[in-house]
DNA sequence: CATGAATGAGCTTTCATTCAT
DNA sequence: CATGAATGAAAGCTCATTCAT
């Protein structure tokens, strides 16, 4: 009578405990012995789930990327300022943790190849998505869409650069600011398009 | 007096190092030993003229900001496409190595409070800059000057972006983008206030 | 539980290894990688069961100190008698590695608060019981107690200095002169208090 | 026009270096650089004029053993005490730094030989003269004289006891207390011996 | 599956000593 | 003689990873 594998359970709750102790003391603090401690599991435990510490930062980055695109579907209204939204993590599902996580990552992206390839990888995702959000909106003003890429480049680089400022530099732009602000970027953009 | 102090051109030179290391490794991966390697001279001078290796990267981020400043000054035209250009460190007196650098700095940032509040006290200065900028040009198109707060944010929060995705996902917006997009993004924010 | 634990076990022997490689090469040559060697371990378990190198020296400090305390209450007879030899460490329990670590842990006094701290309790702590034998011996005499204390500390200086010259200069005094030596010390100065 | 060798006084310089930075900052504390900082001298300096750090310590315990021996033969009155007086640096030639410097050298005596030597001398020269000492006290007393290396031996423990716990446990035993103490441990122990 | 002890490579830092100037 | 930069060998400590139980 096997006992039933609980593998899926343990490894969401190892990257749950990466989670915590990244945001708590950085990616380098989080040490196995501190991921094992904030998920109330013992270190050799991490390793049996995961063959390198690498692999469960690899594992939270698909999990806050998917986390990001069901808050986007779940969003209702406008879909340009809905997917900003949802990127900037705003709103009722808000998750505090995941946007220090995900500077964090931006930063990690910069040493481990395998964590740069899934940030591009969602990086890019997300600027084939605005595009086609952008795109339908300047069609729907009458507008040549020929500057959408550029466009929605410039909404990307913003919704990021907002995330590194807020970790990095808390205090330097004002709380709950970034949103609206990318809301209007995007609009002045695609207002300065040229009519058809 | 008998032996000449070069200690000044040996902190550049190790500034130098370190820069160079951390560029091919990351910071982490700059060791003691591979920033003596990168700047040719023995691991223990490092320490000696340093006291710690966090001394070494507040003196490069020091001399990036510094960098910036001049680049800034030396540059001719309109002030707020200088601005931008020099941020984002185009035209001939590029140097792409203190992109990446400043990359990584603003991910230290999250690590180590000094560098926080070096990086931290860069962007207020910048922001502060901008304003006046955006303001002036505000006023010269007989714009209401209300908002040139949050048109600098997001034009600064563009900048700190452009500068994460080049360095964590290298490839995914066009080379020499930045620049042109940034500076029709400060236009579009701009001529989108309302006049007085 | 899958692996027991064995922390009291290995800390223990780490001790002893501090304890031998102390003694063979003094505080500053006992490295982590001596007493590692002494004690058979690999460095790195030094610490995984400690947190510093200070700190196994501070239970080395402890347990010594239980031993005087254990050997003092083991003995039988005169009780004046007894403290003093149980602190010299004569007779058939005797632990020359002892005697020479005491004398390390009075010179590292000097360096380390935290060892500075047990050793005046230590000393506090021998001093009272002193001052209560000596001050019973002089009632059973008929004499006045009142330079019981002055006695007592005559009484721990000679025992203190005769760990320190066994240590730093052995062969000035002959080998198992101390105890006897002390005790005629002590009668003397019993006897030379004034009859009430 | 050669300059004349100042080389005597420089060796004292770095002498009082070693014993202010010792002092201060411990044996090992005091590295080549804090030494030369205390002598206000280079610390390429101190390696002209000794060939190793272990040398200047050597150099310190001579003239400290030099020092007490002017202070015993600069004192009148009655020679035991002035030798203990002499021995705990008291009166008004006092000389606090130098009492913690000789706790000091008893700790290095541990470790290196070569102080152990001149502190092993310094002992047996002391030894050798308090036995001559109390020699003759006891014959003044009319009495027998077999048991003067005893008695020598057991003041010579009290007066380095008392070093120790004045360094190591400071405040322990009252201040100024040493040397009555000794005195009347002394005397105890001449009285305590059988006339002739 | 789970535990936590064990390993050893690698890190920053200190420092006696050397030596070009 | 004097300077202070330069060297390199330790040292203590951290930690991902392994593995006996």
Same mark, same amino acid.
Do not use: D, N
């Given at each position: 009578m096997a006992r039933p594998s609980n593998t899926l359970r343990r490894r969401e709750q190892i990257v749950d405990g990466l989670l915590a102790a990244m945001v708590a003391h950085g990616y380098d603090g989080a040490s196995i012995v501190a991921i094992g401690k904030a998920a109330k599991l013992a270190p050799g435990l991490v390793h049996y789930h995961f063959d390198t510490k690498a692999e469960?930062?690899?594992?939270?980055?698909?999990?806050?990327?998917?986390?990001?695109?069901a808050r986007y579907a779940a969003r209702a209204g406008d879909r340009l300022d809905a997917f900003i939204d949802a990127h900037l993590a705003l709103g009722s599902d808000a998750d505090p943790r995941a946007v220090a996580a995900w500077s964090i990552i931006g930063a990690e992206a910069l040493r481990q190849p395998d964590v740069r390839r899934l940030y591009r990888a969602a990086l890019a995702s997300t600027l084939r998505e605005l595009k086609r959000l952008v795109a339908a909106r300047l069609r729907e003003q009458g507008r040549l869409t020929r500057n959408a890429g550029s466009v929605s480049a410039a909404i990307v680089s913003a919704i990021e650069? %907002?995330?590194?400022?807020?970790?990095? #530099?808390?205090?330097?732009?004002? !709380?709950?600011?970034? %949103?609206?602000?990318?809301?209007?970027? #995007?609009?002045?953009?695609?207002? !300065?398009?040229?009519? %058809?």
């Open positions: 469960v930062l690899l594992a939270l980055v698909e999990r806050l990327v998917q986390q990001v695109r650069g %907002a995330f590194r400022i807020a970790a990095a #530099a808390p205090g330097s732009l004002p !709380a709950g600011y970034a %949103a609206p602000m990318v809301r209007r970027l #995007a609009h002045s953009l695609v207002t !300065a398009e040229p009519r %058809a």
